[in-house]
């Protein structure tokens, strides 16, 4: 299972998703206000709004704060902020490959803060291309194994036209190209297959196996990187055993 998906798993564990809701909150309306600047308000025709509010409503927003923010984006006006995308690339502890999406009115004290925090916990930060091969765009929805039968997971998903279906952990992953991804959830919600996330996301090709020293390390600077208000994204390709994220959880 990927990286990303397994600090998502972390979370859920340690109950810090909910503990952060305002945080989440924060980074989800700067996404849907310039996600409406650049392509509109019609969420049927703005996949990346569209994309935006989807996340959304998995994390319970209120249907006000959404509005809100695609009215903001599109009136432009004090608000509707000037923000650069830009991701940085980098390494953690023991080569893990990292991918930072950062939206910032201020470049320089962004990379400086996230410099510091790669640095601080084992990692440096990368030349632009160091590790942006090993990631593809994907969407992924996760399920409980205690919803559904592997096999009878494998046949719905793939028959609906899902990449793969990857077991670890007392989880299913569910890859998708993302034009098939919100057809794949549709089904899977028809059938009253309840997922514990579902997004598009960044899957690594390989991973990078961390001992329990290099394991507390990376999760702290993914925590440290999640926490900066100009992050918007992390993904990172590390494999963790589940006896050694037993412990850390």
């Known amino acids: 299972m990927s990286g990303h998906s397994k600090w998502s798993t972390i979370k859920r564990k340690k109950g810090a998703i909910d503990s952060k809701r305002g945080k989440i909150f924060t980074k989800i309306i700067k996404e849907i206000t310039l996600a409406a600047r650049l392509g509109g308000g019609d969420i049927e025709g703005n996949s990346r709004l569209r994309q935006a509010v989807l996340v959304a409503k998995e994390e319970n927003m209120p249907k006000d704060n959404i509005e809100r923010a695609i009215k903001k984006g599109i009136g432009g006006g004090e608000g509707a902020a000037n923000y650069e995308e830009i991701t940085y690339e980098g ?89 098939s991804f919100e057809s794949i959830k549709k089904v899977l919600d028809a059938k009253g ?29 993914m925590e440290k990187l999640e926490d900066n208000d100009d992050v918007q994204n992390v993904y990172a390709n590390f494999d963790i055993d589940e006896d050694v994220m037993e412990k850390l959880s």
């Open 91 to 179: 390494y953690g502890p023991g080569g893990v490959a990292v991918l930072v999406e950062i939206m910032t009115d201020n470049k320089n004290r962004t990379v400086a803060e996230i410099r510091h925090i790669f640095s601080k916990h084992g990692g440096n930060l990368g030349e632009n291309g160091c590790v942006s091969w090993i990631f593809a765009k994907k969407g992924s929805i996760v399920i409980d194994k205690k919803v559904i039968d592997e096999d009878a997971l494998m046949e719905l998903a793939l028959e609906a036209g899902a990449e793969d279906v990857k077991s670890e952990d007392g989880e299913y992953e569910v890859i998708t190209d993302p034009a």
């Open 193 to 221: 297959i309840k997922h514990l996330e579902a997004r598009i996301s960044m899957i690594p090709s390989n991973t990078v196996k961390l001992g329990a020293n290099k394991a507390e390390q990376m999760l702290k600077m």
